[in-house]
Each structure stands twice: as structure tokens, then as C-alpha cells.
């Protein structure tokens, strides 16, 4: 099916009225304009009725962005564009009429940015063609750059696949073009899209639908997540010959160019990293990264020489624990789990000693809970004596169940055949 009139549904009141709620609830940091969310909001009215004036006349023009950098984990920055918050709802109202039109004729195993679709389905999948019909080899391959890359004719060209609103590919030809704003300095973007922009992810989704769609005519099974490909294959030959052919569809046909460094060919049974996930033939596991990174995230929230006390620093540790389990549950964690908990405990067990400060508390807190055995002089400063079976008696775990610290150990973990059914 086609669209050939939708520039009045997304220039709609009622419409923007919408998106200004989506991005309202994004918040966001202000752009070129300085303008906040909560400024943009406190003249709603107005500024829904110019944006539906200029939309409608054909007299809007987008701002630039304006260009900041985050922090990698690698120690490399992103960059990363900001539009103002009047381009945001427009670029909201254009997803609202957009997302129905594509994405329920995206490629099945294509995953990101997409509602109800997540990181630990696409994990899912990807066990699943690896454990289940054997496509025991990889190809994990790693697009360099790819947002600022993407070619605006062939964006154009694919969304005119299904829309041909001339008023609507006009918008968005002039979002592509609005430029950058870096430091002060503007700069023409003849190429690619800024990660940042609330239209974006779908303009890349319908631009590597290409090649999902071409790869699937071709027989070849992939799972993709944005940038983020895997294509799997029976034999390593046959990873070779796949690679090839998404090589020839990226950077011929897309002008797309994959990190060559990165790309590899490689195997479950050496285990393929997916999303802080290794798949393995039998089980999946949290990647040992995650887990050191996740460590030092809980020594940050549970400092020794601090004033905060137990109590808060629960209250600071549950989101961060919830959060994590969250997501990292689909792995079989089980074990990894229980020597987290222990280890987490063990943490907030020297802080309580440390806020006894003298090993008469200790001896009074076994009283409590009716220890009648020898009593013995602990230092409260030494960290080996937060695992003496006296400390572990006095604060035992039923006591940071009832200080409503979050134990990991009640999820259920492993659960990746639960997700499969989702997908099926």
C-alpha cells in the first residue's frame, strides 16, 4: 500500500498536541535556540498553532543541531545532535504517522528501535539460529559510523517505497539538510543524520531494511539491532561467502563503509558477544565486562569512608539493581548471581561495622537475636572480618531483606525461551 496525502495528519493538532507529550516525557537538554521543554510547554497553545501554521503553509524550517559529545566506554567520544525543542515535535508528530506505516513491514529479525522490540529479544533470536538450527557460525559485523553516513537521496528513495507525499519528503529532506551547529561554528550536512534526533532511528531502520530485505531474499538469516549485525551461516565457508555478499549490499548499494577491524567471522562454540551477552552452544552468560563494570558501579553506591548510611545507600542500590537484573536476566546467571548478592552484602555489612565502629555493637546485635556461643574482639575496619560468621550471624540476610535491599536471587534467570515465544 501507498501514501500519497499525510502531511495534514501530521500537521494535525491534535497530533502535535501528542508529540509534545513524547517529547515532554523525553525531556532533554534545550538547542541551538536555548528554548527548554518546560518553556516550550508554558505557551503549549501558541506554539502548537505556529507549528501547525508553518507546517501547513509550507513555511517551516528546521533548525540546526546542536552538536555535543558523550563519553564511550572505550574512552572515545560520540558524537551526539540535539534539534530544538520545537523540531523535536515535529519530528515526533512525523513518527506518530510514519511508525504504523514501516514497521510492521520490517524484516522479523530486525530489532532496534522498534516498540515492543528489545535488546534481549534480538539475543533471543540470535541463540535461537545458532543453538536450534545449527547456524553455528558468524559473521558479527560492525558498520563505522553509520548514522553519519547515511545517504539522503537513498533515505528519500526508500521512504517514497511507500510514501509519495511530496509535502512530507520535503520535511523530511529538510531535517537531513538542517546542518550542525559545532561550538558556535554551522556546518552543512550534505551526508548522513545525527544520533539524537527523534526521527532518526526509523529513518535508519528504513534505510538498512534495504538490506535486510535483500539478505532475506537471498536465503541468508541475519538478527539486527540498528547498526548492530549478526549473519549466521552452517559452515565457515559459507560465513565467507555471506560476508561478501553484505559487504557488496552495505558499501556498494547503501555507500554504507564497515569497520574491517571489527568485523570477524567467528563461532558459538568460541561464544559470540551480543549486547553484554555470550552465547555459548548450551547457555548464555553475562559478559565478563558487564559484570566487572556492574562491580564497580555498586563500589561507587557503597563507599566505606562515607556518612551515608546503610539505609540509603539501599535506597540507592535497588534501581541500579533492579535495572540490572532486568535486563541481564534472559542469561542462566544463576551461580553469578548468587556471588553478586554475596559480594553486594558482604559490602554493606563493612559499612555497618564501620558505623558501629567497636565490636561491643557486634556482640549486642548477637544478643538480639539469641547467640549464647563465644563472643570474640573484631576489629570493625578489617575488610576479611565482614565474612566472619559472627558479622554474617549479627546482619544476616533476612536482615537486608527487611532493609528492603532487592535480592537478585528471587528472579527468575534463563528465561530466553520465554522471549522466543514472544517472537514466535
Known amino acids: 500500500m501507498k501514501y500519497y496525502s499525510l502531511i495534514d495528519k501530521v500537521y494535525r493538532i491534535e497530533n502535535l498536541k501528542k508529540a509534545y507529550g513524547a517529547v515532554k516525557a523525553n525531556n532533554g537538554a534545550p538547542g541551538v535556540d536555548g528554548q527548554t521543554v518546560r518553556a516550550f510547554g508554558e505557551n503549549l497553545d501558541d506554539e502548537i498553532a505556529k507549528l501547525h501554521l508553518e507546517l501547513k503553509t509550507g513555511t517551516y524550517k528546521p533548525s540546526p543541531v546542536l552538536r555535543v559529545e558523550i563519553p564511550k566506554p572505550d574512552g572515545k567520544k560520540r558524537p551526539l545532535g540535539i534539534p530544538t525543542v520545537r523540531d ?52 558479527d559485523m560492525d ?31 529538510l531535517f537531513l539538510e538542517a546542518g550542525v551547529m559545532a561550538d558556535g561554528v554551522f556546518e552543512e550536512s550534505g551526508v548522513g543524520r545525527p544520533q539524537g534526533g527523534v526521527i532518526s532511528p526509523l529513518l535508519t531502520n528504513i534505510y538498512l531494511d534495504y538490506f535486510d530485505r535483500a539478505m532475506k531474499e537471498k536465503g541468508i538469516r541475519i538478527v539486527r539491532y540498528a547498526d548492530d549485525i549478526l549473519i549466521f551461516a552452517r559452515t565457515p565457508r559459507q560465513a565467507e561467502r555471506y560476508m561478501k555478499t553484505a559487504y557488496e549490499i552495505l558499501e556498494g548499494e ?45 563500589r561507587q553506591l557503597t563507599p566505606r569512608n562515607h556518612g551515608m548510611n546503610v539505609e540509603e545507600m539501599v535506597r540507592r542500590l535497588n534501581p541500579i539493581l533492579r535495572g540490572r537484573i532486568n535486563y541481564f536476566r534472559i542469561a542462566n546467571c544463576k551461580r553469578v548471581i548468587r556471588e553478586l548478592m554475596g559480594w553486594i552484602r558482604r559490602r554493606l555489612r563493612m559499612k555497618k561495622m564501620l558505623e ?21 574482639k573484631i576489629s570493625m575496619r578489617r575488610w576479611r572480618n565482614s565474612a566472619s560468621p559472627l558479622i554474617s550471624m549479627a546482619l544476616p540476610n533476612t536482615w537486608f531483606d527487611e532493609s528492603g535491599l532487592i535480592n537478585l536471587e528471587r528472579y527468575e534467570v534463563g528465561i530466553l525461551i520465554v522471549i522466543m515465544k514472544a517472537n514466535d
Not at 506505516?101 to 533470536?125: E, M, N, T
Not at 553509520?146 to 509519495?164: A, G, P, W, Y
Not at 549486547?275 to 565486562?289: A, E
Open 356 to 376: 558501629w565502629k567497636s565490636w561491643k555493637a557486634v556482640h549486642k546485635a548477637l544478643r538480639r537475636r539469641g547467640y549464647k556461643g563465644e563472643f570474640e
Open 254 to 298: 547503501l555507500k554504507l563503509v564497515v569497520n574491517k577491524e571489527k568485523t570477524h567471522i567467528t563461532s558459538v562454540y568460541e561464544g559470540v558477544a551480543y549486547f553484554g551477552f555470550i552465547i555459548y552452544p548450551k547457555h548464555v552468560s553475562i559478559h565478563p565486562k558487564k559484570i566487572k563494570a556492574f562491580k564497580e558501579t555498586i
Open 88 to 139: 523535536r515535535v515535529v519530528q515526533q508528530a512525523l513518527l506518530n504517522v510514519f511508525q504504523p506505516i514501516y514497521d510492521p513491514d520490517f524484516h522479523p529479525s530486525s530489532y532496534g528501535y522498534r516498540p515492543g522490540r528489545s535488546c534481549q529479544q534480538a539475543v533471543a533470536k540470535a541463540e535461537r539460529f545458532m543453538n536450534r538450527y545449527g547456524l553455528t557460525h558468524v559473521v
Open 143 to 173: 558498520l563505522s559510523k553509520c548514522f553519519d553516513r547515511l545517504d539522503h537521496d537513498l533515505i528519500l528513495q526508500e521512504v517514497n517505497r511507500k510514501v509519495s507525499d511530496g509535502s512530507v519528503l520535503q520535511l523530511i529532506r
